[in-house]
């Protein structure tokens, strides 16, 4: 993973691409289900001078399932951990995730379109950030033809983020 994580942060140092939309960013968003068992060998990947990690930070996000970063200082980049629960949720992003090549870099899996929309929403709703709006916005400027809207309204009644979904629409 250190490979791929050190190629990606370089290359995300100009501009983000996912496969639903494109943004300017200085990040990497990676969903993972860890365990405390797994912590150390995740922190072990990323340690080199290149990247900063705290152990402590995972230990607490896989606890409290939250994030945590890996920071790369040379490019001012970071990569975000969101440690991810087993709910129903949780369980149908891992389920429908699809295996991409990004940037012709490295083979990895991505969120569906779907799912990355509904943790826009979640994000919203929690912080308010009109990122988060704009990101969804360009999601489905160019990927709406292939989202499921069947799937996309189940959920966003589901996870209560009827409102946010409503604002986001908007912004189209």
């Not at 990355?116 to 709703?125: E, F, M, T």
């Amino acid at each position: 993973m250190n490979y791929c994580a050190m190629r990606l942060a370089h290359w995300t140092t100009s501009i983000s691409r996912t496969p639903w939309s494109v943004r300017f960013t200085q990040d990497i968003d990676i969903a993972v289900r860890l365990g405390r068992e797994d912590v150390d060998g995740l922190c072990d990947a990323f340690r080199d001078d290149q990247f900063y990690v705290s152990v402590v930070a995972a230990r607490e996000a896989v606890e409290r399932l939250s994030q945590f970063n890996v920071l790369y200082p040379s490019t001012n980049n970071k990569i975000d951990f969101m440690v991810i629960g087993n709910d129903p949720w949780n369980r149908s992003q891992m389920e429908r995730r699809q295996r991409r090549i990004i940037a012709g870099l490295c083979e990895c899996y991505v969120a569906a379109p779907e799912d990355i929309i509904l943790g826009k929403l979640i994000y919203y709703r929690e912080g308010g950030s009109d990122k988060h709006l704009r990101d969804i916005a360009g999601i489905l400027s160019t990927s709406g033809e292939i989202i499921d809207p069947v799937y996309l309204d189940k959920w966003v009644t589901t996870l209560g983020v009827t409102q946010a979904w409503g604002e986001a629409q908007a912004w189209r």
